[in-house]
Structure formats: C-alpha cells, structure tokens
C-alpha cells in the first residue's frame, strides 16, 4: 500500500503533466469538454465502420469469442454445481473430483471495463486485447474441462479431468501439426510480402520497422530541411504530426526545446489546454467564410478560398506563425488550399509528402523564399530543389522563357525520381497552351516506358510512385483525347487509368498486415 502511494504521488510530481495524464480518460468522457474531444476519429466507437483509424473486424471477432465464452462458461458452471450434488462420498474419488478454479473478480471487472472503454473510443482496442483475451482464454479452457470432466462422469461416475485416450493424443497431434504448419507457412510468406520483398510505398524508407509503423509518411525530408536552414519561431503544423516534427529537430542544450516550437502535437489535450485546440481546429476549417458556406450547404468557391487565405494570414500572425508545415493528406484541405491564394504565404519546401510555406511579410520568410533562387536555401536533396525552383519559376515566370526554364526543372525532378508530385506539377504547366504539345508527348513517352519496363519496377523499391505517376499521365491524356473527340484514345487512357487504379488497391492490401 506504501509502494503504491508513493509511486502515485512520484507520478504526479515528476510527471510534467501531473494529474492530468492520470485524469486523461475521465476528461475524455465526462468532462464539460467531451463532446468536443470525442470529435477526433480515434475516440469514435469501435464499430463505427467507416472511421479511416483503427481496424474494428478483428475486435468484433474478440467480442463475439467473448460473448460465446462467458456464456459457455456460466453454463458449465450450473452444470458442475448441479453434478457436485451427486459426489460420491469416498475420500479416494472425493479427491480428484474437478473444480472449478477460483476467479478473481477484479480481473473480471477491469476486463470488462476495458472492452467498454473499447466500445466507446475505439483507441482502447489495444488495451482491451492485452486484459480481455487471457480472460477468454480461462474461460475455454475450463470449458473443455468441464465438458471432458461431464464425459468422464456418465462413463465412469467421476467428475474429472481423465488422461487423454492414446488415439485422440494422436488426432491432436497431426491437427496441431497441420495447424502450426499450415497458417505457420502462411503467416511467413505474408511477412515476407508485406515486410520483406520490394515495398512499393517508399524507394528509400524501407526497413521492416518502417514498415510496421508506416513511418515512411513521416517528414523526414521536410524535419531535415528544417534543421539545415536553421528555422526557429513558431510553426502551424498538422496535429498528427507534431511529435515528429519535434523529434527531427535539435533541441537546446540548456533549455531543452526545439528551436521551431509546435502549434499543436498528437498528445493534444494532454498537454494543451481546449482554446488552443478550439483556435487550431477553427484555422485548419477555414474560419468565418467556409463556417458561413458550411452554413448555406453550397461549395467553397474561387473567391471563398481567397478571403479564406486572407482571413488565416492575419490570424497566423496573430499567434506568431511565420512557417507552416501540411503532409499529404492535407493538400486538398481547406487550409493549404486557401494559403495558396495568399501571395503573401509562398511555398519553399515540395516533395511528395509534405509542403512547407513561409510568411514572406517576416524577414526569415522572405529570406528563405529568397533563398530558393539565389542557392542560399539548403535542400536535403537535388530532387526536391530542383522540383520546388521549377513549381515557383513557373507559377511568378512572367515570361515564356521563365516559365519554360520553370517546367524543365520540374521535367528534370521527375526524371530523378518518376513520382506524383512532379508529375503533377508538370500536368499544371498546360494552363498555358503553348506548352500542351510537349506534356502530351511527355505523358505518352512515359506510358510507353512503364509499360515496358513495368515487370522490372515491380520488383524495385518506390512502384507505388511509378504507377500513380502513370495513373495521372493516363488521366489527362483521357481528357485530352476527349477534348479532340478521339473517342478511342479516350477509351484506351480511362481503360489504363483503370487498371492501375485497381492495382494500386491490390497493392495496397498485399502491403499491409
């Protein structure tokens, strides 16, 4: 008991969150802001089928085996007390007459309590696993008993637990054999595809713990970036991210901290208070304009967007926000979307994961957009200079000249490394006419190429990019071709597009445990 209070007390002085790490899951769920962190997908309930986070199949299966068991136990626990009413009396047979072992009802209690949990916030599936299946396992266990005991009852009178006849020893022993070899090859040859063979989500993130944790979406590139250039201030950054982008930063020797400190992490209302997730979550949807079009039911037009990305630049500001860092998932989102508009907001950092965009109104924006023209911008690698310098010579080009230089650089990132960024910058480029018959001969001229070569990338680190690279290629082609009325080539690319759209699926249920 003595043990126990002064881990309890060492735990909220030394923690730096004190007590509310250990009041976390009661803020969740009662607390006068519940509805509002209930809101996050991870803390939906378990079988809301459509949630994007978490696997729900393998906990429905968990919870019906529970069911089935605690059912099956409770009989067999009448059963055995109605046959302990025929004991016999003799000390000899008395003696291995089988009971039921004795449960501890705390056991029982947290189980349960952690497969509620589970049902309620799907991010207690885990901890509902690891309390709950030893449990199940007890209770099948003394199923078996019960039943084999009951078996040697009506054959000899003995409630007990009889030793296994030699051929029912020999029946389990050739199915646990062909059991064990059986889902033992199985689950070999799917750890070698999934973790093994070539991965197709990354060319350079490759390692079996990278792909454990999908770690290969991380930013590595942009945390590299980032140090390089030195950038410190305060940075708005996707939530889901922020432990990262922590992580890929040098802290300071004496104080610890990063030098580009976080607007909001993962650990959210653990370590920040509701105003500065309510103020995150409100920049990240668009503010007042997109709550009023969400209000009308009608689409975010050109014009909201632009009054959006005015609207986040002052706000920005406000909070000293001079840097903002979006992955992947997040370029089509109200966010990055409206920042685009923004002429004071400009984009210094470009790969196929992450975009990073600077205040150029601040001195260190300025410098660092600057920087990307000059050569005093550090870029962790040759690809992502030369595919950021093309997307901006492009875009602020004025002249034909310009703007060709722009997309010859982008042409020459994507033939560094064949991938979907590129590609589709490079596709952007045919808002100006004068440059639509040199991206369809690229767009074909690659198609040929991957075709061709298609069976040798399959077996290279990176495919998944070389094949949304041709999806993209096939899609705009489909729309050229239809343009001109060819409706043959228009069939033949949406056709393509189709095929390497179902791959893609394949691919990715092949990649995943």
Known sequence: ???????????????????????????????????????????????????????????????????????????????????????????????????????????????????????????????????????????????????????????????????????????????????????????????KMVYLSPWPNDPKLTSVFIRMTASHIKPFDACRFIRENKLKGKIFNYWTEGGFIAYGQKPGLNTGKTPLQLFMDGRAQAAYDTKTFNIWSYIMTGGPAAQNAKTRRRQLTTNDYIKIGGWTAMVLKKQNVWIALMPRGQFNSTFVKALETNPDWQLVFLNNKQKIFVDTTTDRGRQLFDGIFNGETIYPDQFSKNLIMGHNMFI???????????????????????????????????????????????????????????????????????????????????????????????????????????????MFENTVW
């Not at 007390?81 to 089988?98: C, E, H, I, N, V």
């Not at 078996?144 to 000899?156: E, G, I, L, P, Y």
């Not at 034909?400 to 952007?428: C, T």
């Open 1 to 191: 008991i003595l043990a126990g209070i002064a881990a309890f007390f060492a735990t909220v002085l030394f923690n730096p969150f004190h007590l509310t790490n250990l009041t976390h899951t009661f803020v969740i769920s009662l607390s006068e802001h519940a509805k509002m962190w209930r809101t996050v997908y991870e803390w939906h309930p378990a079988f809301e089928w459509d949630n994007p986070i978490g696997d729900e199949i393998p906990f429905l299966i968990m919870y019906i085996i529970g069911w089935v068991s605690l059912i099956g136990w409770v009989l067999t626990m009448i059963f055995a007390r109605r046959l302990a009413g025929q004991r016999p009396t003799r000390k000899s047979l008395d003696s291995d007459w089988y009971r039921h072992p004795k449960f501890d009802i705390a056991i029982v209690v947290v189980a349960s309590l952690t497969v509620y949990m589970a049902i309620r916030s799907r991010r207690f599936i885990p901890i509902a696993a690891m309390a709950a299946c030893p449990l199940l396992a007890l209770f099948i266990d003394q199923i078996v008993k019960t039943f084999c005991a009951a078996r040697s009852f009506h054959k000899h009178n003995r409630f007990a637990v009889t030793v296994m006849s030699k051929s029912l020893k020999v029946f389990f022993v050739i199915f646990g054999a062909a059991a064990v070899t059986f889902f033992g090859t199985w689950w070999t040859l799917k750890f």
């Open 396 to 506: 602020l080009g004025k002249t034909e000249a310009e703007k060709k230089q722009g997309m010859e650089l982008l042409v020459k990132a994507f033939r560094s490394k064949p991938s979907p960024m590129p590609m589709d910058r490079i596709l952007s480029c045919a808002e100006s006419p004068q440059f639509i018959p040199y991206i369809n001969g690229f767009c074909e001229n690659y198609l040929d190429e991957f075709e061709t070569k298609k069976k040798a990338y399959v077996k290279e680190n990176g495919y998944y990019n070389r094949i949304t690279a041709a999806m993209l290629a096939s899609d705009y082609l489909h729309l050229i071709a239809g343009r001109q009325n060819d409706q043959e080539q228009a069939r033949l690319y949406a056709a393509k597009k189709r095929d390497y759209e179902n791959e893609q699926r394949k």
